[in-house]
């Protein structure tokens, strides 16, 4: 009876090991969930900096929707169908790819990308077919111009420093140079606005 009474106490005590065990996976998985779908933020030493990383994301999509226009084949496919699905793909994955090194996450740049950015696009092109507008602009716009349509169009979305609010602007986090506090805006001189105001910097 002893025997048996350790026995079951044995294989109680490993059961609730291993659904410890557990519940402290499903709490992580949660966690890092809660993570992904919080707006990331992103520290930058300088204005400068933060400048530097969107100009980097810019021009590479730019080229990247210059390389999809210039290609033939997609320009030939693009008469009837607007956007072609090779250049969705590869327009929104160059904006993700950029999304992830700026938050090094997974899930929001994926969202972002493909389910805000490139759904909006579509949207312009279904209209303008939606229109009958599409066909007079494909054989009268240039590839160049069509190409600056596109890219105006993303990163008025992301953030063409034109209105707010966009995409991007909540992301970056700087250190004010004055008074060393965390802070969303500094101006020219890596300055908050407090520090702006109280200063006159
Ligand atoms: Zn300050």
Redesign the pocket.
Known sequence: MERLAICSKLFYDRDVIEKHKKILELEKQIDNLKNELKEPRSFFHSRDQWDFFKQVMYDDIKETIERCIFNDHEYDHMEWIGLTPIQEIQIGGCIEKHLVRLTEQKIWPDRIAHDVIMYSLKAMFESLHSTNQWMYIYHTMSRSELADMIYKHITWLLDDETHSPNILEKIPIFE?K??Q?E?DFINEKD??V??EYENGI
């Open positions: 004010c004055q008074c506090e802070t300055i908050c407090v520090c």
